[in-house]
Each structure stands twice: as C-alpha cells, then as structure tokens.
C-alpha cells in the first residue's frame, strides 16, 4: 500500500505546488509586471519550472523506495518523461487562467486551496476504486476519471507497479490532451485579454 500510495501522492504534489506558485506569480513579481518590456507570460513558467526540479527530487527518492522494496526500475521508468510532462503541461495551462484572474480577485488563491483540498480527496490518490465497491464501469467511475489528474496518477502507478503502457489507455490519452489543449488556448486568450490591466491593477 505505502508504494501504491507514494505512486498517486508524488505527482499530485507537483500539481499542488506548481499550481499554488504560479497563480501568485504575478503578484509576486509585481514590480517586473509593471515593466513595458518585460514578457510577463514568462512568469508563471518559471514558477512550474522550479516546482519541476522539486518534483525530480521526489521522483528520485520513489524510485529510491521501490528499490527498498526490491522493485528495480525496468524500461517502463521511460514513461515518467512522459507523464511528468503531461503533468507540466496541465498545470501550465491552468497556471494561465488563475495567474490571471487572481490580480483582479485576490480571494482566488484561498479558493485554490480548498479546491485542491477536495481534489485529492476526489482523485484516488488514497482510494481505490474496487476498495469503494465501485465497478470500473459505473457512472460514478467515469465521471471521477473525467479528472484529469486521475490520468496521470494513474500514470504512475502503471508505470512503476501496473507496468502497462500509456498508449494501451488511448481512449483516456486522447481526453487528457483534448482537455489540456482547449484549456491551455482558453488560458493563454484569457491571459492575453487581461494582461494590459495588470499593471494598473498591480
């Protein structure tokens, strides 16, 4: 259970960090936003950037743990690149909307927070869906699994417990990136159209 577990709370804290950091960032830096040349869509970037490195860390000492275990990394390790950029690019495209919104409704932040709150309670990070007696199949199943972070969590337990490949889920691979893409272009327009009442706001 401890390495089933670390597998589902690994990438969710990159998510949780990554996110948090980068909705602040323009607050944050402030004094760079209010600069004509400075290219403030760099920020909340950089903010996921640095979150990524704590996330290697991470990542490291699980596969460290598995090897406690006498589970050694095989081909299949391959796939952390993969997922761990699915991750990236999820939490950057929604990095763009809050970062955005937040200047003008600082409340968002807290809001945030309680939303991560229940969204790891609502991703199984720290349940299975056969332990709740849910069929794989239900309607409460797939609507959960409507996450996007449920794909990736379970990205990583495919790849170092499960040891499927990620193109034998296509049907889920092809809505994590429909999703992340609609939301990333949803969140750079949104960026685009508010970033020239940062500075008076700010």
Request: aromatic fraction near 22%; proline fraction near 2%.
């Amino acid at each position: 259970f401890v390495l089933w577990l670390v597998c589902g709370l690994v990438p969710w804290f990159f998510f949780q960090e990554a996110l948090v950091q980068s909705t602040n960032a323009l607050i944050e830096y402030s004094y760079l936003v209010k600069k004509v040349v400075f290219k403030i869509s760099i920020l909340p970037l950089i903010k996921v950037i640095a979150s990524l490195f704590v996330h290697i860390f991470f990542v490291a000492f699980t596969l460290v743990l598995f090897c406690c275990y006498g589970y050694f990394p095989d081909l299949y390790v391959i796939q952390l690149l993969y997922y761990s950029f699915c991750a990236f690019a999820l939490v950057l495209s929604m990095a763009y909307i809050t970062s955005a919104v937040v200047v003008f409704f600082r409340d968002l932040t807290h809001l945030i927070t309680i939303l991560l709150q229940i969204g790891i309670w609502m991703t199984p990070i720290m349940w299975d869906f056969t332990d709740m007696g849910i069929s794989e199949s239900a309607l409460a199943a797939r609507i959960l699994k409507l996450n996007p972070m449920y794909y990736i969590v379970s990205g990583y337990r495919d790849t170092f417990l499960m040891k499927t490949w990620f193109w034998e889920h296509a049907g889920w691979t092809v809505y994590f990136w429909i999703f992340t893409i609609l939301c990333f272009l949803f969140g750079s327009w949104v960026f685009k159209r508010l970033r020239i009442h940062f500075a008076d706001v700010l």
